[in-house]
């Protein structure tokens, strides 16, 4: 908790409304049921991510696989951009270049690579279909995740490969303007 006297910063801020926008929408919504322990923990590392180069966004995605590799206390990475892949096409080719990029520093089956961007959209889904906001995050977001962790919370979660339908139905069942609202509130 910060003082009265201390300021706030924009990365606080950002933080803040990213841990907003995990509670109300990923918890709230049930949409990661493996989440809630996570954020009790206390054990998600926050790292914001200024606009640069794919150089620096591949060296700030190393340091986020290092810091993981020694510290046991994070679970679980978000790397925030929120001054840049506003494009979601933009977006998706540093997806692949990440992916690429873990596959190459041989981190293949220790870390995986979610996705959540503010102009998500499935494949095959209209930009309107309220089953988008389950990865429609206010900041372009990459998230680490321990494969270790995840296995493990997934042997204990009943029938895990429903969880993306379920999420999907929940969404358009609670409707567009809704899912939109609730995501802008966190902001």
Known sequence: MLSNSQA???DQVIIEQTKRWIKSVVIGCHFCPFAAPVV????IQYNIIPK???K?????LLRA???LDTDAGIETTLLIFPGDMQSFAVYLN???RSETFLKSKGYEGKYQLATFHPQYIFAGAHGDDAANYTNRSIYPMLHILREKGLS?????FPEPGNIPEKNMAFA???GLEYMKALRESCL
């Open 8 to 10: 706030i910063t924009p």
């Open 65 to 67: 696989f290092r810091q």
């Open 172 to 174: 358009r069942k609670k």
């Open 94 to 96: 540093f997806v692949k």
């Open 40 to 43: 009790s923990a206390d054990s």
């Open 56 to 60: 620096q966004y591949m060296d700030a």
């Open 52 to 54: 640069g180069s794919n």
């Open 152 to 156: 493990k919370a997934l042997a204990s």
